[in-house]
């Protein structure tokens, strides 16, 4: 049975899967970027979580991180495009099905990649907060 933040990832994975862009979760970043964008889900670190004792229950901000990266002429706009549908994603269901409380992006850190021989790539880091309680 997989635990509480398996299933937590493998649904916001699923979730990003569905946009047009290539879903990966904790690859490497492939040789070739396709033409609709490419998203890579890192599963990121749980932190120390707050404990309340009756009954035991652990109360995690798990912070994981969308990689999401474009290349082409038309980067800028492609790259625009992909991560207003990674919000609007996030979005439409704040608690991923009820799995868990919240999921909030942060402002995401845009940067050019110089390719020798291609085009240059856009790329982001889109730091998730999953808020989540276990036992």
Known sequence: MPSTRETILAALHA???ALPATGLRGEV?????????????RDGEPGEPEVTLSPLAFHYQH???????????????AFDTLCASIGAVLATDRTLGGLCDWIEAEALR????A???????????????????TA
Not at 63 to 77: M, N, T
Not at 117 to 127: D, N, Y
Request: hydrophobic share 50%; proline share 7%.
């Open 15 to 17: 979730r990003l899967s």
């Open 110 to 113: 845009p940067v050019d990649l």
């Open 63 to 77: 912070r994981a991180e969308i990689e999401a990266v474009v290349q082409g002429a038309d980067r800028d706009s």
């Open 29 to 41: 970043l492939p040789e070739r970027v396709p033409a609709e964008g490419l998203l890579i889900l």
């Open 115 to 133: 390719v020798e021989g291609a085009a240059s790539l856009k790329a982001a880091v889109i730091p998730v907060v999953l808020h989540y309680t």
